[in-house]
């Protein structure tokens, strides 16, 4: 396993494997890349016929890979590595060779951690009645306490301290607040869109509609900006907030979340 100290090395090696037919889940944008490099947290581990890299949340990595051929060598590859790995795999419902690949997975003892599903906003309409708080750094510790009541440590995404506090800084952390934080939203934008990347509010406090109150800040904010967000495909409960504001089921993506435990 060898460890990346800049943008410019993982491209290197990236572009050997950008052939047709390449199947990969590596879609992270280059400050994400840097912001791991920054921490010190991204491996890899390659061969003629795929590219596997590792970004270590302590006790397992996430994983990203480009795969051209050598199913056998790939998947031993992955279970070699010295953490536990978990793998998600965004792609289109008719994509055949990525469900074949992700098949082939599994009947390799990766196990399904999740499903999601995708939603999608086209956010045209203007305004609503709320005025937006944005987290501070103070607010850190009552995020990730939700964080660990409500994600799964593997299959949830959860953002380690150093992550929460650079979006915090970049005002992308959308609080509701009563003495202590109540419930959040994170969302990243570009010019052209949004994703919600985590939305959770306290057990004792979830069913009053706080998540709407959430969802709708975060619309006025990205006003015009069509939006998109992944959900459990079995949490019925989200989707119905989602759908509540505005949000329609995108038929054409699903993701697969896999893990392998050593």
């Not at 985590?198 to 057990?203: G, N, P």
């Amino acid at each position: 396993m060898e460890k990346i100290n800049s943008y410019k090395e993982l491209s290197g090696k990236i572009f050997k494997y950008l052939k047709k037919g390449i199947i990969t889940n590596f879609f992270a944008s280059q400050e994400s890349v840097e912001e791991a490099i920054f921490q010190e947290i991204l491996y890899v581990v390659e061969n003629d016929n795929f590219l596997i890299i590792c970004k270590d949340r302590g006790e397992f990595y996430i994983t990203y890979f480009y795969f051209l051929e050598d199913e056998e060598s790939f998947v031993s590859a992955l279970k070699n590595l010295d953490k536990k790995c978990v793998i998600e795999v965004a792609y289109r419902t008719q994509d055949i060779k990525t469900k074949l690949f992700l098949n082939m997975l599994k009947s390799n003892d990766f196990s399904i951690l999740t499903q999601r599903i995708r939603y999608k906003n086209d956010n045209e309409i203007i305004g609503n009645d709320f005025s937006v708080l944005l987290a501070t750094e103070q607010d850190v510790e009552d995020i990730e306490e939700i964080f660990n009541d409500n994600f799964n440590k593997y299959s949830g995404c959860i953002p380690n301290t150093y992550e929460i506090k650079k979006a915090i800084d970049e005002e992308r952390v959308i609080c509701l607040s009563q003495d202590k934080i109540l419930g959040f939203l994170i969302f990243s934008e570009n010019d052209k869109s949004a994703d919600i990347k985590h939305l959770a509010v306290r057990k004792e406090c979830q069913g009053k509609g706080l998540a709407k109150l959430l969802i709708m800040e975060m619309l006025a904010k990205v006003l015009f900006k069509k939006i998109y967000v992944w959900t459990g495909k079995d949490n019925i409960p989200a989707q119905k907030v989602y759908e509540s504001t505005g949000f329609v089921k995108d038929e054409e993506y699903e993701s697969l979340v896999l893990f392998w435990d050593k």
